[in-house]
T-cell receptor
Framework: NAGVTQTPKFQVLKTGQSMTLQCAQDMNHNSMYWYRQDPGMGLRLIYYSASEGTTDKGEVPNGYNVSRLNKREFSLRLESAAPSQTSVYFC???????????FGSGTRLTVV | SQQGEEDPQALSIQEGENATMNCSYKTSINNLQWYRQNSGRGLVHLILIRSNEREKHSGRLRVTLDTSKKSSSLLITASRAADTASYFCATGPNSGNTPLVFGKGTRLSVIA
């Protein structure tokens, strides 16, 4: 099925550990995004990539890095996880001809 | 910071009733979109209305946009238990390659 695939779906980390969240889309979309969702806060943009080879910070980039590996893949890395990064992370993609976003099913991350 | 703000934060109605959710935003927009999120899932695009449109329909959904008041409303007619979800409005300055800014959402409960 065409869409956005996120891995893993669940993860528990200890404070200070690192991990990479993976995202891949097979719709040939140009732009990809990482959001986090916390209770009562809606979705907040972490980083985005308007096109292959470019990345830009969003509203809450501190503690995260991203890599646009190719047109399909956009990964989010936590170098040293903190309890404040406990959240649900969503990847999304879009393209100018289809401005509506397609979202992945999310990664639920807990940092203890 | 959130661009769109939904109102009310929570809404509980009986099956068969209509549900109306409102969204206000702050800056100029190219389009406004509504998304639905079922519990524990990713967001799903419902409908997009462009800044030069005033009303749009899709099945049981009706969206209005008033750019002079910087507001939009989503009406779900003849609601069903399956409509129980959170609904988010999202705005963006351009189409398809820039991030959407999401509100905090309206949590709709439809009681059978």
């Amino acid at each position: 099925n065409a869409g956005v695939t996120q891995t893993p779906k669940f993860q528990v980390l200890k404070t200070g550990q690192s991990m990479t969240l993976q995202c891949a889309q097979d719709m040939n979309h140009n732009s990809m995004y990482w959001y986090r969702q916390d209770p009562g806060m809606g979705l907040r943009l972490i980083y985005y990539s308007a096109s292959e080879g470019t990345t830009d910070k969003g509203e809450v980039p501190n503690g995260y890095n991203v890599s646009r590996l190719n047109k399909r893949e956009f990964s989010l890395r936590l170098e040293s996880a903190a309890p404040s990064q406990t959240s649900v992370y969503f990847c999304a993609s879009s393209t100018p001809s289809t401005p509506q976003f397609t979202f992945g099913s999310g990664t639920r991350l807990t940092v203890v | 910071s959130q661009q769109g703000e939904e109102d009310p934060q929570a809404l509980s109605i009986q099956e068969g009733e209509n549900a109306t959710m409102n969204c206000s935003y702050k800056t100029s927009i190219n389009n406004l979109q509504w998304y639905r999120q079922n519990s524990g899932r990713g967001l799903v695009h419902l409908i997009l209305i462009r800044s030069n449109e005033r009303e749009k329909h899709s099945g049981r959904l009706r969206v209005t946009l008033d750019t002079s008041k910087k507001s939009s409303s989503l009406l779900i007619t003849a609601s069903r238990a399956a409509d129980t979800a959170s609904y988010f409005c999202a705005t963006g300055p351009n189409s398809g390659n820039t991030p959407l800014v999401f509100g905090k959402g309206t949590r709709l409960s439809v009681i059978a």
